[in-house]
């Protein structure tokens, strides 16, 4: 099929945005490409419309499960099959899904990178007929860049399996080095570079230096009209300032990582559908969601880089129409932003300490505990052990990229199901065990398919339909599993902690001190040009497009800054222009086409503005066609 038709049947669009279509035709012949497309440039449409005119599977590499989540349930909504395998799942649910890709009609398997090189995955993946690789985010495998993620330096194993299928690298932000360190760690072969010019002319960009923050917060929401959205930096402070936000009839939702799944589905739907006004929320919130018409986002803090703030300010105006990016900063956040750096940064022996009370928490004996997943509760842990959060997830970040564990964010997966037994095997352990019978046949009713594959079920639901408790439920579910009938993945919302070794002696741990020295180099670099964006009076979106290596910059005319320096300029010709209407009405009245005819500053928009404004002050007035200077006597009875 035609890629314009695929983009119609699927999309509904009739074209594609500047650069899809040279990336599509780069993959279609299977070339390798890295495209740098700014948020909300459609980067999905870049690997999904060529894969699905090509036969076989798309392979799509994602550091979150949310955003794989999102894109597959947007794939189904859109008619076309889509699997993604992550943290969490139980080996007979992968292993389903993998066979489903195989030899089902599955066009795209979404892995995390550390699913990708599982032994599981890779033997299966051989047998699959593999048309494209794409790698989002992919600014994740440079050590240079913000979010470094270790295990996507081992995508590039993949070409071990299927030589010579193309890659496509994809990402929103990224600078001139963590370009090349792309495109050399995923081993691209004589890549195609796709880069759209990270200028967005219709985002305004303002820092606004104010004490008072919560009445500056009120001023832009009440100011800008439509839907926006405010990035704070704790839970805590997600739920107060929608709260005060509310006081001030502004309707606003929190959302952060604590939330359970129907919580965040619901806040979002509100949010989407335009029934709420301002969503405020930490930095997961954002990532994946489709929403063209956010007219601002506000960051209460600082952003922690400018990779994340040009992503984040990205959500605003995607629709291309007018949208604004504001940053509220006061004096203190230089001291907190500082701290922070710190805090990223903990010392070798208190990562070693952290791993000692990791194995502890989770009850790992030495020896022990590799390939292993547990549900991890930070808060938790942190409070047991008396730690900080941000230094010890730091120090998690560093035994990530020793390959001691990972750390994947909170899964919120939905509870699933699947049928152990055959319909007839099935049929008699009803008429053997009566007691689940009418339970039984409850769920299957509900739930479709659930023989062939796992099926998301709410257990809230089957409760209502058998007029019990969900506790009953979950009850009657777990004795299900116990007697192998069904497997029973319960919810989870937790983070999960995968060990990949054994735990061994804290004293034998080795950590590699040369990339925590580099590391912070980088992240000092990048505090660096945050600090100078909050703080100096340049054009932003110069700064901001010159920090990804872009060249030819212009300012931009509609930041604070322009706007200042476009207010100070014509006060300063309007004083010209003043001055000269004084002398040349010095004993003498002269009709406006006269007297804006003989002023040489300025242009005639200018000069009239100018004549208005002493005309207002008193210094003018206008006798018939004729302009004079107010006299002193005159003044008076004015």
Same mark, same amino acid.
């Given at each position: 099929?035609?890629?314009?038709? /695929?983009?119609?049947?699927?999309?509904?669009?009739?074209?594609?945005?500047?650069?899809?279509?040279?990336? /599509?035709?780069?993959?279609?012949?299977?070339?390798?490409?890295?495209?740098?497309?700014?948020?909300?440039?459609?980067?999905?449409?870049?690997?999904?419309?060529?894969?699905?005119?090509?036969?076989?599977?798309? %392979?799509? /590499?994602?550091?979150?499960?949310?955003?794989?989540?999102?894109?597959?349930?947007?794939?189904?909504?859109?008619?076309?099959?889509?699997?993604?395998?992550?943290?969490?799942?139980?080996?007979?649910?992968?292993?389903?899904?993998?066979?489903?890709?195989?030899?089902?009609?599955? =066009?795209?398997?979404?892995?995390?990178?550390?699913?990708?090189?599982?032994?599981?995955?890779?033997?299966?993946?051989?047998?699959?007929?593999?048309?494209?690789?794409?790698?989002?985010?992919?600014?994740?495998?440079?050590?240079?860049?913000?979010?470094?993620?270790?295990?996507?330096?081992?995508?590039?194993?993949?070409?071990?399996?299927?030589? !010579?299928?193309? /890659?496509? @690298?994809?990402?929103?932000?990224?600078?001139?080095? &963590?370009?090349?360190?792309?495109?050399?760690?995923?081993?691209?072969?004589?890549?195609?570079?796709?880069?759209?010019?990270?200028?967005?002319?219709?985002?305004?960009?303002? &820092?606004? #230096?104010?004490?008072?923050?919560? !009445?500056?917060?009120?001023?832009?929401?009440?100011?800008?009209?439509?839907?926006?959205?405010?990035?704070? *930096?704790?839970?805590?402070?997600?739920?107060?300032?929608?709260?005060?936000?509310?006081?001030?009839?502004?309707?606003?939702?929190?959302? #952060?990582?604590?939330?359970?799944?129907?919580?965040?589905?619901?806040?979002?739907?509100?949010?989407?559908?335009?029934?709420?006004?301002?969503?405020?929320?930490?930095?997961?919130?954002?990532?994946?969601?489709? !929403?063209?018409?956010?007219?601002?986002?506000?960051?209460?803090?600082?952003?922690?880089?400018?990779?994340?703030?040009?992503?984040?300010?990205?959500?605003?105006?995607?629709?291309?129409?007018?949208?604004?990016?504001?940053?509220?900063?006061?004096?203190?956040?230089?001291?907190?932003?500082?701290?922070?750096?710190?805090?990223?940064?903990?010392?070798?022996?208190?990562? =070693?300490?952290?791993? #000692?009370?990791?194995?502890?928490? $989770?009850?790992?004996?030495?020896?022990?505990?590799?390939?292993?997943?547990?549900?991890?509760?930070? @808060?938790?842990?942190?409070?047991?052990?008396?730690?900080?959060?941000?230094?010890?997830?730091?120090?998690?970040?560093?035994?990530?990229?020793?390959?001691?564990?990972?750390?994947?964010?909170?899964?919120?997966?939905?509870?699933? %199901?699947?049928?152990?037994?055959?319909?007839?095997?099935?049929?008699?352990?009803? &008429?053997?065990?009566?007691?689940?019978?009418?339970?039984?046949?409850? &769920?299957?009713?509900?739930?479709?398919?659930?023989?062939?594959?796992?099926?998301?079920?709410?257990?809230?639901?089957?409760?209502? !339909?058998?007029?019990?408790?969900?506790?009953?439920?979950?009850?009657?579910?777990?004795?299900?599993?116990?007697?192998?009938?069904?497997?029973?993945?319960?919810?989870?919302?937790?983070?999960?902690?995968?060990?990949?070794?054994?735990?061994?002696?804290?004293?034998?741990?080795?950590?590699?001190?040369?990339?925590?020295?580099? *590391?912070?180099?980088?992240?000092?670099?990048?505090?660096?040009?945050?600090?100078?964006?909050?703080?100096?009076?340049?054009?932003?979106?110069?700064?901001?497009?010159?920090?990804?290596?872009?060249?030819?910059?212009?300012?931009?005319?509609?930041?604070?800054?322009?706007?200042?320096?476009?207010?100070?300029?014509?006060?300063?010709?309007?004083?010209?222009?003043?001055?000269?209407?004084?002398?040349?009405?010095?004993?003498?009245? $002269?009709?406006?086409?006269?007297?804006?005819?003989?002023?040489?500053?300025?242009?005639?928009?200018?000069?009239?503005?100018?004549?208005?404004?002493?005309?207002?002050?008193?210094?003018?007035?206008?006798?018939?066609?004729?302009?004079?200077?107010?006299?002193?006597?005159?003044?008076?009875?004015?």
């Amino acid at each position: 099929m035609d890629i314009k038709e /695929i983009l119609k049947q699927y999309w509904g669009h009739e074209s594609f945005r500047p650069l899809q279509e040279e990336i /599509i035709q780069s993959v279609l012949r299977g070339e390798d490409s890295l495209a740098l497309l700014p948020t909300g440039g459609g980067k999905s449409v870049c690997f999904q419309v060529p894969a699905l005119a090509m036969e076989g599977i798309c %392979i799509v /590499i994602s550091p979150l499960i949310a955003l794989m989540k999102d894109q597959v349930e947007n794939l189904k909504k859109r008619g076309i099959a889509a699997i993604a395998i992550f943290a969490g799942m139980g080996k007979r649910e992968i292993d389903i899904a993998l066979d489903n890709c195989i030899y089902g009609p599955v =066009k795209f398997l979404y892995l995390s990178p550390e699913r990708l090189l599982s032994d599981l995955v890779k033997e299966r993946i051989k047998y699959m007929k593999v048309n494209l690789l794409a790698v989002d985010e992919a600014h994740c495998i440079s050590q240079w860049g913000y979010d470094f993620r270790p295990p996507y330096r081992h995508i590039a194993k993949f070409r071990a399996l299927h030589p !010579k299928v193309p /890659i496509l @690298a994809l990402t929103a932000s990224a600078t001139q080095k &963590v370009q090349e360190d792309i495109v050399e760690k995923l081993t691209l072969r004589n890549p195609q570079i796709f880069k759209k010019s990270f200028e967005r002319k219709n985002l305004s960009y303002a &820092v606004l #230096h104010q004490e008072n923050k919560l !009445k500056k917060l009120i001023d832009v929401c009440e100011g800008v009209k439509g839907s926006g959205i405010l990035y704070v *930096r704790t839970r805590r402070d997600t739920v107060e300032l929608a709260k005060y936000l509310n006081q001030y009839q502004i309707p606003a939702q929190y959302y #952060h990582a604590g939330l359970n799944l129907e919580e965040r589905s619901e806040k979002q739907a509100l949010w989407i559908e335009d029934k709420i006004r301002v969503m405020v929320a930490t930095n997961a919130f954002g990532m994946g969601i489709d !929403k063209p018409n956010v007219r601002f986002v506000i960051h209460y803090e600082i952003p922690e880089s400018l990779e994340a703030y040009y992503q984040e300010a990205g959500r605003a105006g995607r629709d291309e129409k007018k949208a604004y990016a504001v940053v509220l900063y006061q004096n203190r956040d230089r001291l907190l932003f500082e701290k922070k750096f710190e805090q990223n940064f903990p010392a070798v022996d208190l990562i =070693k300490r952290t791993y #000692h009370h990791l194995c502890n928490y $989770l009850q790992i004996p030495i020896g022990l505990g590799e390939g292993i997943t547990y549900d991890f509760n930070v @808060a938790d842990f942190c409070k047991k052990f008396q730690l900080e959060v941000i230094p010890t997830l730091s120090a998690i970040k560093f035994l990530e990229h020793d390959e001691y564990l990972v750390l994947s964010e909170n899964a919120l997966l939905p509870s699933r %199901i699947q049928f152990l037994v055959n319909g007839e095997d099935l049929y008699k352990f009803q &008429v053997e065990h009566a007691r689940y019978d009418y339970f039984i046949k409850s &769920v299957l009713r509900s739930y479709g398919g659930a023989f062939d594959q796992f099926v998301q079920i709410k257990e809230a639901d089957i409760a209502q !339909k058998n007029s019990t408790s969900k506790v009953e439920v979950v009850k009657y579910l777990r004795e299900l599993d116990q007697l192998g009938v069904l497997s029973y993945q319960e919810q989870t919302q937790e983070p999960l902690l995968t060990f990949l070794r054994s735990r061994m002696p804290t004293e034998d741990l080795t950590l590699d001190r040369e990339y925590y020295q580099k *590391r912070k180099s980088v992240y000092h670099q990048k505090m660096i040009a945050m600090l100078a964006f909050v703080e100096e009076p340049k054009c932003r979106s110069e700064q901001l497009i010159q920090y990804f290596d872009e060249k030819q910059t212009n300012p931009c005319g509609i930041c604070d800054v322009c706007l200042a320096q476009k207010r100070a300029q014509q006060n300063g010709i309007s004083a010209l222009i003043s001055k000269e209407i004084f002398q040349l009405l010095k004993g003498q009245a $002269l009709d406006l086409n006269t007297l804006v005819k003989h002023i040489k500053k300025g242009n005639d928009k200018e000069k009239l503005a100018a004549i208005r404004l002493l005309l207002d002050a008193g210094e003018l007035k206008k006798d018939g066609e004729a302009y004079q200077l107010l006299k002193n006597d005159d003044k008076g009875k004015a």
